[in-house]
Every structure is written in structure tokens, then in C-alpha cells.
């Protein structure tokens, strides 16, 4: 009945279904939920030699259930004037009615890193949908090599997209200045 979206590089503490049933019962259902994705920074390049293995993660915070030391999410220091631009797909929960009854199926044509998410966060805001940051729900995201140069590059031609399928000013905003800066 309810799906939640994770990147595949995402961990998630023990407390996360526990947390999402107890607090968000009724807004998973109504509501697009949209968890904290801690440990990631898109502009950060990453090299092997800054990976951590597994059992760090899972004996420092997911067993605990703890965020200390890990970094902050930048949309929760945002001023939330566009929410649907604070939609990483990296961490959401849609129920499959919503999905289904407002036709709310990731467009496929994006290519490569970026922009589909907002895209179809886009379309759930237009939708009337309501965008819910959850602030308790939480996972982290595990560091892999990343070429930003790349994915800025595949994130642009995303972005181009975006903005040719929806050109209105709210749009233009966020593609020009990035998601939680628009």
C-alpha cells in the first residue's frame, strides 16, 4: 500500500519503519513524505580513500538509532517556498493509491544523474498533493566515488528538460539557482 523510495546507496536506521507507522500513519497515506538524507553533500567529490565500510555505519548509528556526527540535510535549513523543489526521491513515501490515482510515474526520458526527482516532485505539487519534510524519518547516505563535474553536466541537460516540459517561473527558479536555494 505505501512505497517507500530509497537510492540504493541509502541505510536506514531500525527505527525507520517503526518511526514511519507511529508518527506518520495517517500522512503517509494523505501525504508525500520526504525523510532527512544525512551524509551527502552533490558538490563533494569523493575518492576511494574516503569510504568507510558497512559495519561503521551499522554499529555507529543505524544499530542506535543515532545521527550524531553525521552532516545536516541543507533543505531542512531552507526556507521551504517551493517544497516540491526539496523532493529527493533518495528518501520519500507515496502511497501507491496517490501514484496511481494522479498518474505520478517517473517520466523515463530524463538521462542520467538529476533533475527527475524535482521533476516529479513537480507533479506532485501540481497535483495538490501535500509535501510533508518529515523530520524524524531519516537515513544515510553512503559515500561513493562521485565525478560532480559529471553529474552537474548530466544534472544541466536534466534541468534544460524540466524546464522545456514545464516552463513557468517556479521552474525557471529552480533549475537557474538549484533546488533549495530557488
Known amino acids: 500500500e505505501i512505497l517507500v523510495l530509497l537510492d540504493a546507496d541509502m541505510l536506514l536506521p531500525r527505527s525507520f519503519l517503526r518511526t514511519?507507522?507511529?508518527?506518520?500513519?495517517?500522512e503517509m497515506y494523505e501525504c508525500v513524505l520526504v525523510g532527512q538524507m544525512l551524509g551527502y553533500d552533490c558538490d563533494e567529490e569523493v575518492t576511494e580513500d574516503h569510504l568507510l565500510p558497512y559495519e561503521y555505519y551499522r554499529?555507529?548509528?543505524?544499530?542506535?538509532?543515532?545521527?550524531?556526527?553525521?552532516?545536516?540535510?541543507?533543505r531542512w535549513t531552507s526556507k521551504r517556498k517551493l517544497p516540491w523543489s526539496l523532493c529527493f526521491s533518495a528518501l520519500m513515501v507515496i502511497s501507491k493509491t496517490?501514484?496511481?490515482?494522479?498518474?505520478?510515474?517517473?517520466?523515463?526520458?530524463f538521462k542520467g544523474w538529476g533533475g527527475e526527482?524535482?521533476?516529479w516532485g513537480y507533479r506532485i505539487h501540481r497535483s495538490g498533493i501535500s509535501i510533508v519534510l518529515a523530520d524524524d524519518?531519516?537515513?544515510?547516505?553512503?559515500?561513493?566515488?562521485?565525478?560532480?563535474?559529471k553529474n552537474h553536466f548530466e544534472r544541466d541537460?536534466?534541468?534544460?528538460r524540466f524546464l522545456a516540459k514545464w516552463p513557468c517561473f517556479e521552474v525557471e527558479l529552480v533549475t537557474c539557482f538549484g533546488d533549495p536555494s530557488a
Do not use: M
Not at 514511519?20 to 495517517?26: A, F, I, N, P, S
Not at 554499529?59 to 540535510?73: K, P, T, Y
Not at 524519518?137 to 563535474?149: A, C, F, N, T, Y
Open 59 to 74: 554499529e555507529r548509528h543505524l544499530a542506535s538509532n543515532c545521527r550524531e556526527g553525521l552532516n545536516f540535510d541543507s
Open 137 to 149: 524519518l531519516w537515513g544515510i547516505h553512503v559515500p561513493h566515488s562521485r565525478d560532480v563535474r
Open 157 to 160: 541537460l536534466n534541468y534544460a
Open 117 to 119: 526527482d524535482l521533476e
Open 98 to 109: 496517490l501514484i496511481a490515482s494522479h498518474e505520478l510515474f517517473f517520466d523515463q526520458t
Open 20 to 26: 514511519l507507522d507511529e508518527q506518520y500513519r495517517k
